[in-house]
């Protein structure tokens, strides 16, 4: 299966901390425990002192590490050495406590800068509902939203500067807004009891983020790197992103059946991408995604979508 093919490159990529953590969310999803378990190894393996899980070589990502959390966790319930527990609470507490952020308690993304980036999102929204802060998670797609959300599009740009009070990287990136919805779908998955009228919230703010891209969709069914600039290069990742928070919004019931049909199409575009090897091509690239290539994370987002293809009801197009 073309599947089988996308897991086995993604495996042999070189992968940085959130890389790390999304692997780990594909495998879970696809139900493999066993290799996720490896994966939070790897990422407990390389926990800095301050509690940032899977630190390759000093990164200078306030919150990326936090994407290794939910394997983590899966670890620490299904294996008893305390170390899994005393990783998670401390990359736990670093989100909570000490990792640098605005006066609101909006998070930094990086070190040594007061830089608000969209991709967080996805970093720390999931983990945060999952581990008993659905006030915190939200509080979080909150800040966020003020920043970096243009209502008259209905799109995130890319970074906000906290310094200066103004966007950084006002560009509308395709995958910078796939984070901010596949991190909300994940979140809503994974921690179902929210406080009254906060999941409807959230749900419906990526219901309205996931229609304002489809607006910008081309004719090969993918989007341009940046959503409404033409001039940029076809991207795949942003319909996988997209194709799995549609998936998963209708396997969990807060996006009506219809969305399936959407779904589907969006990830059959992307499975178009797929070459001999297993790599989904002409995504916004690693290392710099600055160009099209290849990526670990529109590896894993390629199986989150196929995963979430089958919760919600249809055979993956293997």
Do not use: K
Request: hydrophobic content about 45%; some cysteine.
């Amino acid at each position: 299966m073309t599947t089988d093919r996308v897991l086995a490159a993604l495996l042999a990529m070189q992968r940085q901390s959130w890389e790390q953590g999304v692997t780990g969310h594909a495998l879970l999803d696809l139900g493999r425990g066993d290799a996720a378990v490896l994966v939070a190894d790897a990422a407990v393996t390389r926990q800095h002192p301050d509690g940032r899980l899977g630190d390759v070589s000093g990164e200078i990502g306030a919150v990326n590490g936090a994407a290794c959390g939910e394997a983590v966790r899966y670890a620490a319930r299904t294996d008893r050495d305390p170390r899994w527990s005393a990783a998670l609470d401390a990359q736990l507490d670093w989100l909570v406590r000490r990792a640098p952020r605005a006066a609101d308690g909006t998070l930094f993304h990086l070190l040594g800068s007061r830089q608000v980036w969209a991709d967080t999102v996805y970093m720390v929204v999931p983990l945060l509902a999952l581990c008993g802060h659905p006030d915190l998670a939200a509080a979080q797609v909150a800040g966020h939203r003020r920043r970096l959300h243009d209502p008259g599009t209905g799109l995130y740009a890319a970074r906000w500067d906290e310094d200066r009070d103004a966007l950084d990287l006002p560009q509308h990136w395709g995958t910078g807004n796939g984070w901010v919805v596949a991190g909300i779908a994940r979140a809503l998955r994974l921690a179902p009891d929210w406080p009254a009228g906060l999941r409807d919230e959230l749900a419906g703010h990526a219901r309205a983020v996931l229609e304002a891209c489809l607006a910008y969709r081309t004719d090969d069914g993918l989007f341009p790197d940046v959503l409404d600039d033409p001039g940029t290069f076809r991207e795949a990742n942003t319909a996988q992103m997209l194709a799995y928070a549609a998936l998963t919004g209708v396997a969990d019931g807060w996006l009506p059946p219809s969305w399936r049909a959407t779904g589907a199409d969006l990830l059959a575009a992307a499975d178009r991408r797929v070459d001999r090897y297993g790599r989904v091509t002409g995504v916004s690239g690693a290392p710099d995604f600055d160009r099209p290539g290849t990526s670990p994370e529109a590896q894993a987002f390629h199986l989150l979508a196929h995963a979430a293809l089958d919760r919600a009801g249809l055979s993956p197009a293997g």
